[in-house]
T-cell receptor
Framework: EAGVAQSPRYKIIEKRQSVAFWCNPISGHATLYWYQQILGQGPKLLIQFQNNGVVDDSQLPKDRFSAERLKGVDSTLKIQPAKLEDSAVYLCASSSGLAGVSRYEQYFGPGTRLTVT | GEDVEQSLFLSVREGDSSVINCTYTDSSSTYLYWYKQEPGAGLQLLTY?????DMKQDQRLTVLLNKKDKHLSLRIADTQTGDSAIYFC????????FGTGTQLKVEL
């Protein structure tokens, strides 16, 4: 079974530029998550989708971050414009269970390391 | 809101046992998890425990849960160099909240 795929693996941009990350979850997984992991911290949930609907985006800075999962499979996360404090690893995870049901294991991709200069 | 705390660093000798501790605040947590993160990689689920259990053993891993004190621990028996990584505990009610991570260093 293929794991969660993410691209690019690394990205360096200047502040005020835009950037987009892509995630392909495990086939058949209904729930998809984007996390932000700042160096030295644990991952923080940004947004959670079930199929193509948003379940929780309460911690997404909506003035600059956006995410979509149009066909309920792949997802993109965009930052526009980027700030220095957005430097972090952006992790995508997927789960076969329903959003909000905590028993189901989340499978994580390798992440995209973003550096904003 | 939810808060999960861990010590930042632990160093052990190969073959010894490692104990990584975690405290959490959300009493409605239904499951508690331990994840492992190796350099440049995503998180890998090691084990989990349901909140009405107080212990779970899985090969070299033992999880202890003290629900009254909201304290979770992970014991790794016969620690190997391949166990060197960052370990995150996480609690969940409707979503995962991760701790800050404990970096485990295994010395020869």
């Amino acid at each position: 079974e293929a794991g969660v795929a993410q691209s690019p693996r690394y990205k360096i941009i200047e502040k005020r530029q835009s950037v987009a990350f892509w995630c392909n979850p495990i086939s058949g997984h209904a729930t998809l998550y984007w996390y932000q992991q700042i160096l030295g911290q644990g991952p923080k949930l940004l947004i959670q989708f079930q199929n193509n609907g948003v379940v929780d985006d309460s911690q997404l800075p909506k003035d600059r971050f956006s995410a979509e999962r149009l066909k309920g499979v792949d997802s993109t996360l965009k930052i526009q414009p980027a700030k220095l404090e957005d430097s972090a690893v952006y992790l995508c995870a997927s789960s076969s269970g329903l959003a909000g049901v905590s028993r189901y294991e989340q499978y994580f991709g390798p992440g995209t390391r973003l550096t904003v200069t | 809101g939810e808060d999960v705390e861990q010590s930042l660093f632990l160093s052990v000798r190969e073959g010894d046992s490692s104990v990584i501790n975690c405290t959490y605040t959300d009493s409605s947590s239904t499951y508690l998890y331990w994840y492992k993160q190796e350099p440049g990689a995503g998180l890998q689920l090691l084990t989990y425990i349901f909140s009405n259990m107080d212990m779970k053993q899985d090969q070299r891993l033992t999880v202890l849960l003290n629900k009254k004190d909201k304290h979770l621990s992970l014991r790794i028996a016969d620690t190997q160099t391949g166990d060197s990584a960052i370990y995150f505990c996480a609690e969940s009610s409707t979503k995962l909240t991760f701790g800050t991570g404990t970096q485990l260093k295994v010395e020869l």
